[in-house]
T-cell receptor
Framework: EAQVTQNPRYLITVTGKKLTVTCSQN?????MSWYRQDPGLGLRQIYY???????DKGDVPEGYKVSRKEKRNFPLILESPSPNQTSLYFC???????FGSGANVLTFGAGSRLTVL | KQEVTQIPAALSVPEGENLVLNCSFT??????LQWFRQDPGKGLTSLLL?????REQTSGRLNASLDKSSGRSTLYIAASQPGDSATYLC??????????????FGQGTILTVHP
C-alpha cells in the first residue's frame, strides 16, 4: 500500500531532550515536506526537500533540522525541544509537485502529536 | 509573503444542499492549488489539485475552480451528505525567492452537514 509513515505517533518529552520524528514513504517520491498544525494558526510548512541532499526552509524552520540522505526518508530533528514546539506534526510527499502535467497531489502521513514539558 | 485566506471559517448546512467554499491568495505567481479534507484527529486527504494553467477540476460531487488573476479558488460540493462533514483546507504551491517548493495553507473551513 502506498503510504507515508511517521513515527512516533505520540510522544511526550521534556525540554532540551533531543528527539527525532521519522518519516518514510514507499512511493519513490522526490518531494517531501514537514508541517506543524496548531489551533488558530493552521498548518505551517517547516522544511521541504525537492530530492536527495536538497532541503530548504519553509515558513517556520526555527528550532528544527532535517536531512535527506535517502529518497524514502526525511526525518525531522528537534535538537533542543522547547514547550512552544508542542504541536501536531505532519509529513507529506509527492512526485514532481511543481511543474506542468507531472504535478501530483501531496500524500500525508497520519501525524505525530508531540508534547514538550 | 504568500497569505491564504478561507471563508467562511465554519459552515453548517442541511443534507442535500449545494455549497461553496472560498479560498483566496495574495500572490498570483503560484504553481498549483490543492484542496484537502481533514477529519478530526486525522491526517489530510487530497481532494483536487488545480495546476496554474487550469481553470477547474472535477471529482465526483466536487468541483474546484481557479482564477489566478483575482487570486481566488472555490470548492463546490453538490448534494452535500453528512459524510462530507470535515475541515476543508486549500493550499498553494509557489516560488518564494529562490525556493520553489514552498506551500502555504489556509486556516480551513469547518463544514457540518446535518441530516
Amino acid at each position: 500500500e502506498a503510504q507515508v509513515t511517521q513515527n512516533p505517533r505520540y510522544l511526550i518529552t521534556v525540554t532540551g531532550k533531543k528527539l527525532t520524528v521519522t518519516c518514510s514513504q514507499n512511493m519513490n517520491h522526490e518531494y517531501m515536506s514537514w508541517y506543524r498544525q496548531d489551533p488558530g494558526l493552521g498548518l505551517r510548512q517547516i522544511y521541504y526537500s525537492m530530492n536527495v541532499e536538497v532541503t530548504d526552509k519553509g515558513d517556520v524552520p526555527e528550532g528544527y533540522k532535517v536531512s535527506r540522505k535517502e529518497k524514502r526518508n526525511f526525518p525531522l530533528i528537534l535538537e533542543s525541544p522547547s514547550p512552544n514546539q508542542t504541536s501536531l506534526y505532519f509529513c507529506a510527499s509527492s512526485s514532481t509537485l511543481i511543474f506542468g502535467s507531472g504535478a501530483n497531489v501531496l500524500t500525508f502521513g497520519a501525524g505525530s502529536r508531540l508534547t514538550v514539558l | 509573503k504568500q497569505e491564504v485566506t478561507q471563508i467562511p471559517a465554519a459552515l453548517s448546512v442541511p443534507e442535500g444542499e449545494n455549497l461553496v467554499l472560498n479560498c483566496s491568495f495574495t500572490d498570483s505567481a503560484i504553481y498549483n492549488l490543492q484542496w484537502f479534507r481533514q477529519d478530526p484527529g486525522k491526517g489530510l486527504t487530497s481532494l483536487l489539485l488545480i495546476q496554474s494553467s487550469q481553470r477547474e477540476q472535477t471529482s465526483g460531487r466536487l468541483n474546484a475552480s481557479l482564477d489566478k488573476s483575482s487570486g481566488r479558488s472555490t470548492l463546490y460540493i453538490a448534494a452535500s451528505q453528512p459524510g462530507d462533514s470535515a475541515t476543508y483546507l486549500c493550499a498553494v504551491t509557489y516560488a518564494g525567492g529562490t525556493s520553489y517548493g514552498k506551500l502555504t495553507f489556509g486556516q480551513g473551513t469547518i463544514l457540518t452537514v446535518h441530516p
